[in-house]
């Protein structure tokens, strides 16, 4: 069985502050841990992704998330957050035995000017 | 160019009648996927196909019914449309299904029933 929690509905951060969305997983065995972002009538775009290798994994737009084993998370960061950031986040994990991969519930990200 | 391109974009239709969304990719990918995204924003899986063959059938009414012609299309009929059935239909793809490739998705069909 695999799971993923975004334990917050909604993060609001200020222009040009840091930002994390946060991400849990369970799984059996080794996790594929993924992130999208979703833009008002839009698809979800791929921003970053965990397979093996480094823990901190730099993705598209600045982003990068950093995935630890032992607290099983796959939080996603920015130094520096801008409007345009603004967006529905989706984490997502598949385990290496499954065809498709379970999305948490998504976090609003709002950041203000 | 877009990578994965659905029809119709929007699909107004009243209870109980039949329609289709069409799904298609040019990325060469093997694996296609049609997903439901709900008014509060939750992604549920409906079907996979691999190369053309079913391989991810979760719990979905059997008034669903996704056919693939060939590996870069998959498209979704649904008979006897309910007022539940609407919501945002995404289409997706991926190079491989067993493998940790990313998902690449359409900008979705939205479903309004009358």
């Known amino acids: 069985a695999q799971s993923v929690a975004q334990p917050e509905d909604q993060v609001n951060v200020a222009e040009g502050n840091p930002l994390t969305v946060k991400c849990t997983y369970s799984v059996s065995g080794n996790p594929y841990l993924f992130w999208y972002v979703q833009y008002p009538n839009r698809g979800l775009q791929f921003l970053l992704k965990y397979i093996t290798g480094d823990n901190l994994v730099k993705g598209s737009y600045g982003f990068e998330a950093e995935f630890n084993k032992s607290q099983t998370s796959f939080h996603l960061k920015k130094p520096s957050a801008l409007v345009s950031d603004s967006a529905l986040y989706f984490c997502a994990v598949r385990s290496g035995g499954s065809y498709i991969p379970t999305f948490g519930r998504g976090t609003s990200l709002i950041v203000h000017p | 160019d877009t990578a994965v391109s659905q029809t119709p974009k929007y699909l107004v239709t009243q209870m109980g009648n039949d329609k289709s969304i069409k799904c298609e990719q040019n990325l060469g990918h093997d694996t296609m996927y049609w997903y439901k995204q709900d008014s509060k924003k939750f992604l549920k899986i409906m079907f996979s196909?691999?190369?053309?063959?079913?391989?991810i059938n979760e719990t979905v009414p059997n008034r669903f019914s996704p056919k693939s012609p060939d590996k870069a299309h998959l498209n979704l009929h649904i008979n006897s449309l309910e007022l539940g059935d609407s919501a945002v239909y995404f289409c997706?793809?991926?190079?491989?299904?067993?493998?940790?490739?990313?998902?690449?998705f359409g900008d979705g069909t939205r479903l309004s029933i009358l």
């Open positions: 196909y691999n190369n053309k063959e079913l391989i």
């Open positions: 997706a793809s991926s190079q491989d299904a067993g493998q940790g490739q990313p998902q690449h």
